[in-house]
Each structure stands twice: as C-alpha cells, then as structure tokens.
T-cell receptor, first 117, second 113 residues
Framework: AQKITQTQPGMFVQEKEAVTLDCTYD???????LFWYKQPSSGEMIFLIY??????QNATEGRYSLNFQKARKSANLVISASQLGDSAMYFC??????????????FGTGTLLAVQP | NAGVTQTPKFQVLKTGQSMTLQCAQD?????MSWYRQDPGMGLRLIHY???????DQGEVPNGYNVSRSTTEDFPLRLLSAAPSQTSVYFC????????????FGPGTRLLVL
C-alpha cells in the first residue's frame, strides 16, 4: 500500500539557516509524484514544490528544493535561509498511479517547523 | 481568479443534523476533491470528481454524499452529522486528473456536538 512517512513531528531552526524536513514514501507504482505543502496557522494548504518520479533533476522553487533520492525512497524538503514566515506545518504528499482514475494525494502526518529569531 | 472558495469557514452542528459544505472554483478545473484533516493525521480523501456528472468515493466516504452538476461547484453533504465528523474539511481542484498540482481551498472547520 502507498504510504508517506514524516518522522519529525516538530523542528526548530534559527532564522537565516537552512533546514531539511524528512519524507520517505512507499509505493510499488513506477510512476508517481511527490509534493510538499505548507500549512500556516491560518489553516490554508499552500503548494510549495513538486517532483515527478521520472524527473532527472531535483525540483527547486525559490528557497525550496526537493532532495529526491529514488533508491532510498526519500523526498526531503530543504528550505534555505529560513525566515520567520516559514513557521508552519509542512506536509509531504504523494500521488501514485499517474494517469489513473484519480488524482488522489496521500499525505504524511506533517512536521511543525518553528523558526527562531 | 478567486481560486478555490469554501463556505462556511466555521460551523457547529448537533448530532443528527444535516448540512452542506460548499466548494467552488473558477479555474475551469475538471478534477475536484474533498479531504478531511484530523489532529495528528494527514489529509484523507473523502470523495472526488473527474468532471461534471462524475463522482466517486475516496478512502473515507461513509456519512458523506457529493454531486457535481457543474464544473465549478462540488458540494459535500453530511447526511446525519456525528461527533466523529468533527474535522477540518478541504476542497481541492486541479486542471485534470493527470495534472499534478492540486490547489486547496481555505478549509471549513466543523464541530459536531
């Protein structure tokens, strides 16, 4: 069965430092997509970054990058130069069965990041 | 574009009451879905729709109904609310079932007493 695991319930990071949020996944489907979403205290889900299983290069979006290690089935989010506004819950998610009947996302339990001044 | 909108933002119900959570998108997205988010858990898929007139169940569909009469709207109905349905409900949409990025609404916080 498809599964996303986030082993860090919470993390602290100093402002301006880089931080890595861990995510491992399990799927038997060779074609899948991996996502990171940010959920601030206001509650909305904000899309950050996407990595496809066949993408040759790691995805980057501004200060966000995805460290994709396919053999290890990990898709860690790296936030460079942390800002106070990065304090939020971060969810890793996977979409499997690319091209199948559903665009269902499977979510991890989240990591709460606190950026300290 | 307003994106994905949800109403109401907050709702309190008594056990056994029914209600409809509204979701609308103005991006002409084919694919829409409903998730619920419970403490300590990620989001779980309730129902989804791949286009007007087509709906299907997700992983936690019991106690909920959906319909998709237009491309824009995808309401979620609670038939007889139960305390176990206390949750935060998110509606999401994407251009199609094969386009990766889903965009989420702001959520509806529901409390069932």
């Amino acid at each position: 069965a498809q599964k996303i695991t986030q082993t860090q319930p919470g993390m602290f990071v100093q402002e301006k430092e880089a931080v890595t949020l861990d995510c491992t996944y399990d799927t038997s489907d060779p074609s899948y997509g991996l996502f990171w979403y940010k959920q601030p205290s206001s509650g909305e889900m904000i899309f950050l970054i996407y990595q496809g299983s066949y993408d040759q290069q790691n995805a980057t979006e501004g200060r966000y990058s995805l460290n994709f290690q396919k053999a290890r089935k990990s898709a860690n989010l790296v936030i460079s130069a942390s800002q106070l506004g990065d304090s939020a819950m971060y969810f890793c998610a996977m979409r499997d069965k690319y091209g199948g009947a559903t665009n269902k996302l499977i979510f991890g339990t989240g990591t709460l990041l606190a950026v300290q001044p | 574009n307003a994106g994905v909108t949800q109403t109401p933002k907050f709702q309190v119900l008594k056990t056994g009451q029914s209600m409809t959570l509204q979701c609308a998108q103005d991006m002409n997205h084919e694919y829409m879905s409903w998730y619920r988010q419970d403490p300590g858990m990620g989001l779980r898929l309730i129902h989804y729709s791949v286009g007007a007139g087509i709906t299907d169940q997700g992983e936690v569909p019991n106690g909920y109904n959906v319909s998709r009469s237009t491309t824009e709207d995808f309401p979620l109905r609670l038939l007889s609310a139960a305390p176990s349905q206390t949750s935060v409900y998110f509606c999401a949409s994407s251009y199609s079932r094969t386009i990766e990025t889903q965009y989420f609404g702001p959520g509806t916080r529901l409390l069932v007493l």
